[in-house]
């Protein structure tokens, strides 16, 4: 192992208690390799990189063990899977993202309600825009993806005097706050939602998941937010329900992302629209250290990793 290297996004001179052992080699992204990657024996995926950064030296890392994300989704890195050798065991960053994630859907949920887009607007205009909003009290939550964020989110939530949490993920289960319905039971939920949260992972299964029946579902004047990420949403059909004018809708993500300059969803009404800052916040990089201080750890000392999402040769094609 003292031969193998560690290849790191933040500078390793920036990260306390690093054990020692291996070569430590900062790269987070650049043009320019830090080494050879066929040395590579843990990698660590730059955060919040363009499309196809991130898998550009998977080809070359023939020796690599473990790759890990800063990022709670692993979609970014599936399409170079299949350049790994059998055995390579991909992490994701659970723990580093709930409290910043949550934190902005609760602001996402609470400013489109409460109308706080049309009040900034106004004080633009210096006009004082008085009137009924809707508050979050009293109302129904249908949160689409139950992992850690969902329950992070569902935490931040409890103290806002909801009439119901419900909660939907891939498989059905219960936890202390209640049930988890399947997928199969999104028909019979989304038409008592007024708040719909979308938080589950990316896959071939949840792409499009919510499309033109989806949205048709919505009760009218409910509110779509996505924190998950852009392809969960088929975003024709969600144009063609916010033009209506029938729903409203919170973006931390979009599809396409970014979002182009003169795309319609920048001007369709009833949308507020943030630029994927879910997870960068002043909590990321403390929360992003502490996990690879301890991923390491485990790794050199041959112990069981955290957060493996699957091992390629046993759960890729």
């Known amino acids: 192992m003292t031969a193998a290297d ?30 050879d990657p066929a040395d590579c024996a843990f990698y660590v995926v730059p955060y919040m990189k363009p499309s196809g950064i991130g898998t550009r030296p998977l080809p070359r890392m023939t020796s690599v ?14 399409p170079g899977l299949k350049d790994l050798p059998p055995g390579v065991r991909l992490c994701n960053a659970r723990g580093v993202h709930e409290a910043s994630t949550a934190e902005l859907t609760l602001a996402l949920i609470l400013a489109s309600l409460r109308g706080i887009p049309d009040f900034v607007r106004a004080q633009e ?51 202390e706050r209640g049930p988890v319905h399947p997928l199969t039971a999104l028909p019979s939920l989304l038409p008592e939602a ?48 916010l033009e209506s004018g029938r729903i409203t809708a919170a973006l931390d993500v979009t599809d396409p992302e970014p979002l182009p300059a003169g795309h319609p969803l920048w001007r369709a009404p009833g949308v507020l629209i943030t630029p994927h800052v879910g997870g ?11 996990l690879l201080v301890d991923q390491l750890r ?20």
């Not at 933040?10 to 990260?15: A, F, L």
């Not at 825009?129 to 329950?151: E, H, K, Q």
């Not at 792409?207 to 969960?232: E, I």
């Not at 112990?303 to 046993?314: F, M, P, S």
């Open 280 to 290: 960068p916040t002043s909590a990321f990089l403390p929360r992003a250290k502490r």
């Open 6 to 35: 560690v290849w790191l996004p933040i500078p390793p001179e920036e990260i306390e208690d690093l054990p020692e052992g291996p070569r430590y080699r900062f790269w987070d992204g650049g043009e320019e390799f830090p080494a």
């Open 298 to 317: 485990r790794f050199l000392n041959h112990e069981e990793l955290r957060n493996v999402i699957l091992v390629t040769g046993a759960d890729t094609p």
């Open 125 to 175: 205009r210096g006009e004082w825009l008085g009137g009924f909003r809707p508050a979050l009290a009293d109302r129904t939550v249908l949160i689409v993806g139950y992992g850690s964020i969902g329950a992070a989110i569902e935490d931040r939530l409890a103290p806002f005097e909801l009439a119901r949490v419900a909660r939907v993920a891939r498989s059905a289960r219960t936890t």
């Open 194 to 241: 007024d708040v719909v949260v979308l938080s589950t992972p990316l896959t071939e299964a949840t792409r499009h998941l919510v499309d033109a029946g989806f949205l048709s579902r919505m009760k009218d004047g409910a509110l779509l937010v996505n924190v998950a990420r852009g392809g969960v949403v088929d975003t024709k059909a969600l144009l063609t329900e």
């Open 65 to 78: 063990r473990v790759v890990q994300t800063l990022s709670a989704g692993i979609d970014h890195v599936e």
